[in-house]
Structure formats: C-alpha cells, structure tokens
C-alpha cells in the first residue's frame, strides 16, 4: 500500500527523532517516503536506523492495516528492539506485537522455516545442535551397533593410520561427505570411502538416526537442512508470509549469507508485499574474505543515502576514494579544518604511533576522557608474522573478544531468550559460557593446558567423565514449561554445585564465594578484567584508549580513530588499498577487495579525528598522493 506522506508526517518524525532544530536530508526523506520494494544503499553515518525508525513510526500511525497484517524487521542483532524500546517508547507496545515480527534473520528462519522443516523430517524437535555431542553419540553408535560395522572398521582404520588426529572422538567430529559423494576426514586429501561404498551408506544412515532418534544435528548439517528447507517450500507456504507481513524491512542486509538471501527471496515476494533492504555492499566485511560468497549488490533503481551526519568533509573525502562506486559522501558537518594525519614509522619502533596519536589530540583539545578514542587493526594473533595489533602495544591481549564478562543474571536471561524461541542449541552455548565464568572465579584451570577454559575447551572436559551429569542438565532446561528467572536460576544452581562436587571441589556452594559484581541483579554487563587489558590509559589526561580489531567496531562511532596497518598473507592490508588513492594495480586476490573494506569500515568511526599509521616502506612508494590532504608525521626523524 502507497502512504501519502505530508510535511507534517515528517516533521513530527523530526521532532521525535533528530535534535532540536534539525531535520532529515533529502535524500534520507526520499527513503521516507518510499512504500514500494527497493534497495537503499546508505553510506557510514547517514543515520540509517533513524530512517527506519521514522518509516516505522509512520506505519505504526496507520495501523491496524486491512487483513490483520503487520510488519516485519529483521537483522543480525536485536539493535532495532532496543531502539524501539528507546526512541519510540510511546509506539513500543504497539510495535512489538502481533501482528508485527521485530528480531533477527536466523531467529526468524529458525522459528519458520528450519525447525518446522526438521520436526516435519524427523517427527520431533531438533534437541541439540552441537559438534561434540554429536561425535559423541555418532561415536558411540558405530562402536556399539552392527548396523554401522563398516564405518567403524574405515573410520577407525583411518583415525590409526593417519596421524591427523590424537583422539578418536576429533576424528569423528571431523567427517564429512564431499561434493562428488566420498566420505572424507579433516583435511586428508584422500577419501575414506567413495560414493556408493557401504560405509558412506551407513554414515549416511547414522546421520539421519541422530536426527530422528535423538534430535541431534551438527553445526554444519543445520545449515545445510536449513538450504533444503528454503528449497523445498512451496508457493503457498511463502504466500502466506507475503499476506502476513505488508512490509518488511531488512538492516544491515550486505552482511546476510547466500542462505539467509535465499530465505528472505523466497520469503517474501517483493510482488506481493514490500520489501526494503537497507546496507551498504562497501561494509561487507564478514563475508568478503570467502570466495564462495558473493557480495551484494543493490539492484537497478535504488534508493541512495549519501549524507552523513557524523563525521567532516575531509574525512568523507578519505573514505569516497574506498568505494566501490566513488560516489560522494556529503557531510553535514562540512570542512572543519581538521586534516586526516598519517604516521609514517620504521617496523622497528610501531610503539612510537601511540604515544605520538595522543600528541595529536593535545593539539587538537580533544580533553574530555569520556570521549572515544580507538586504536583499531586487522590482524589480532599474537603469533601472526609481521604487523599486526600488539606490534604497537605490547600489553594488548589478542585473546580477548569484545564481549564482555557477563553478569550472572544477564547470561540467565540470555538462556531464557534463546529457549523461549526454542533455540536449545544457543542457550546450551550460553550455559557454557556461564561455567566458564564460575570456573574463572573459583580458580579452576584446564588440566590439560593449565590455561582458563574457554566455551570450546570446556566441552572436551565435560566430555571426558562429566557428559552425562552435563546432558541431564541441558534435558532439564529443554523440558522446563515455566521458563522463568526463578526457575532457571534454581536449575544452574544445583547443577553447577553438583558438578564441582563430583570435581573434589570443596565448597558446600560456589555461590557463596562468587564476587558480589557478578551476582548483582542490577548489572547486566561488567567489563572483564582481560578486557581492561586492552584499554591504553593516556598518561596526559587520563583519556581511555581503546585496541580493538575492526570488525569489533563495526557500527561503532568514536571522536578519534587510529587505523593500524598490519599484514596478512605476506602484504600489508594498506599497501593493497593504494590503487584505490592511484598507486600501482589491483592484483587478482580476494586479499584486495577484503582490505578495501576493512579500510573503508575502519576509516569510517571517527566523528572528528581519522588518523592513519603506515610503515615506511608503504608510504615511500605511495607519499605524493597523501601530500595534498593529510598532515604527515614523520617519525622516523
């Protein structure tokens, strides 16, 4: 349905949503006011989930529609419930229930179309998706059952002879059948058995046995059941989605697979409903490095969104050069006289640039120590050669994600989300992550390696003598009809104190002994104290400044950003991005393409302050075209 939308739509939205006195761009009013399916390609600050929430604000002003339809809003995140939730309180209740869907694509696919395609194969709901569980039951089923004789015998002969792996339970979870039928093993070039052979019959068999039997899955397989799924869905299935959902809006949709893809085309029929998708193809840096996955492109027609309202013109001007179609950015700061600053540095002393960013700032009075300030790379591994994050600060932890330490009652509330929309297999990683941090705090380390457990290193020792405790654990949180804080509390209790009893620990209850910022009902979120790590305190004004990778800050705006170069695969990420300023050929690799948007994203945060650090062997062969615009520091004087 076309809406008419008057001046007066708009200013309302502008008075709701923007800050005194501003209002929307031209080209943010002509997404506005589209009610047809389309493609919008926004560009790094153009305030893309503001105009979403505007469209949003102005359907929920007609609602109901004629039908009982609704609208639907799909990400990869639940950012557009919180900002519902927060910059269009009054239209919360409204908005976020029937008939409307607001929450993430794989939720959405989970809930409609994977699950329901599995419990329709199998007779019953999928109980696990888990690679471990699933070894181990695979591996318990071909040692126990003659029916799979002939894949114990090839796999087990395979596991003995070739040396790949230590433990038999790694093997199995390393099987898989290749695209010409043969069954194979990790990165073992020669297959086990070929296609037709009795042991691929019967692994075939097992895999289905798991399913139907025991509601199992691997990773892997839920992602292939989910393409068969999307495959196998008739018209009169996807209608009813079409009629369902009058509009549909898809955020950050360059990040999508070519599954999630495949799902919202056959969804939603752009002919029969309206379907906007909202990204920017230059920010697809998750999939970019995968040559299997093609990037994509906004189709004939669509809408642009060039004006950005967060960073200047000199900036913009950086960034213009990194995408793919040049198409300039218009800022609505304009010049503010503030020119990018490039760092040139010998390899040899990259602890220099920090010190000589907060230098930068003293000049520029960047004074308040709650702004933002960033310092952001590539490449994070402590054992990557050449460049990468801890070249420039030797303190900063590679290990350590973004995430933060979880409150105890966050993560409980993170299962009760994931169960409640039936995803068992997510809220038993959550319970993972939950053991890990009572591990932490009651000093209990990984006997194999001596290290703190993580998600992954947890399972193997649950796995080793604690599985069925741990599984009787999970069944009872699958089972639960009252999934509620209480009760969920009540389980993790008496499983975690039962588990540390069977371990030797000698504490009656772990909880007691838990630290009191952790068990604070009134804190989601704490950050770790790993995470501190990571935090460069500017000894001048006490500033924070932050390291982290560049897909950490996706999304993310700062006052100041410091690019670090670092390399990958035998170059660096800004010697490859110099053909886009002029200097030298693009080459054939994906490595190309993958640094232009990690550059783009990057260089894309700062509100005021783009600074770039490039070694001096990258700026030698590429100095004249930086001249102009930047100011350069040299310090290698």
Known sequence: MEWEISK??????????????????EDARNVICCWHSTDVSACPGSGKTTVLLAKLKLLAD?????????ICVLSHTNVAVDEIRKRLSGY??????????????????????????????????????????YAQHMLNRMQNSPKYKALDYVTKNSFETGGQF?????????????????????????????????SVKQYNTLISDLLKYEGIIRYQDAYLYAKSAIDDLPEAYTDLFSSRFLYVFIDEYQDCDDVQRQAIDLIFNSAKCVVIKIGDTDQAIYNSANNEVMDWLPQDGFLPIMTSCRYSQEIANVICKLKIDNRNIVTSLGKTGIKPVLFVFDIER???????????????????????????????????????????????????????????????DEIIKELLE????????????????????????????????????IKKFLANGYMDMYQQWIYELSELQNIKREAIDYIMRQ?????????????????????????????????????????????????????????????????????????????????????????????????FEYSRKLAYVG??????????????????????VFVADWEIIDLRE
């Open 8 to 25: 007066q739509d708009i200013e309302s939205t502008e008075k709701l949503l923007l800050p005194e006195g501003a209002h929307f761009p």
């Open 350 to 412: 990259a602890d220099r640039v920090i010190v000589e960013f907060i230098k930068v700032l003293e000049k520029h009075k960047f004074f308040d120590n709650k702004g933002v300030y960033k310092a952001i790379g590539a490449i994070k591994k402590e054992d990557s050669s050449g460049l990468k994050i801890g070249s420039y600060w030797s303190e900063f932890d590679g290990s350590v994600k973004k995430q933060s330490e979880y409150n105890y009652w966050g993560l409980l």
């Open 166 to 198: 230590t433990e038999r339970l790694d093997h199995t979870q390393g099987l898989y059948i290749r695209d010409d039928g043969a069954l194979c093993v990790g990165k073992q070039k020669r297959a086990l058995a070929g296609e037709g052979k009795p």
């Open 92 to 133: 919360a209740d409204k908005l976020l229930s029937y008939p409307n869907y607001i929450g993430t694509i794989q939720s959405f696919v989970d809930k409609f179309v994977t699950m329901p395609y599995l419990r329709n194969i199998a007779g019953r709901n999928v109980q696990a998706v888990d690679n471990l569980t």
């Open 603 to 624: 260089m894309s945060r700062p509100k005021k302050l783009l600074c770039v650090a490039m070694q001096a062997k990258t700026y030698e062969k590429s100095k004249d």
């Open 62 to 70: 007609r609602m109901p529609f004629a039908n009982g339809a609704g």
């Open 495 to 591: 499983k975690i104190n039962e588990l540390l009893k069977s371990m030797n620990f000698q504490v009656d209850d772990i909880f007691d002994c838990l630290p009191e910022h952790f068990l604070n009902k009134d804190a989601v979120v704490n950050q770790t104290e790993k995470y501190e790590k990571n935090i460069f305190i500017d000894p001048i004004r006490g500033r924070k400044i932050e390291f982290d990778t560049i897909h950490g800050v996706k999304g993310e705006t700062h006052d100041a950003t410091l690019y670090l170069e670092t390399d990958r695969q035998g170059a660096s990420d800004l010697n490859r991005i110099l053909p886009y300023f002029g200097i030298g050929k693009l080459g054939n690799s994906k490595l």
């Open 422 to 457: 039936g995803k068992l297999y997510k809220a038993e990683r959550l319970v993972r992550k939950l053991l890990c941090r009572v591990f932490h705090y009651a000093k209990i380390k990984n006997p194999t390696s001596s290290k703190e457990f993580s998600i992954t290193t």
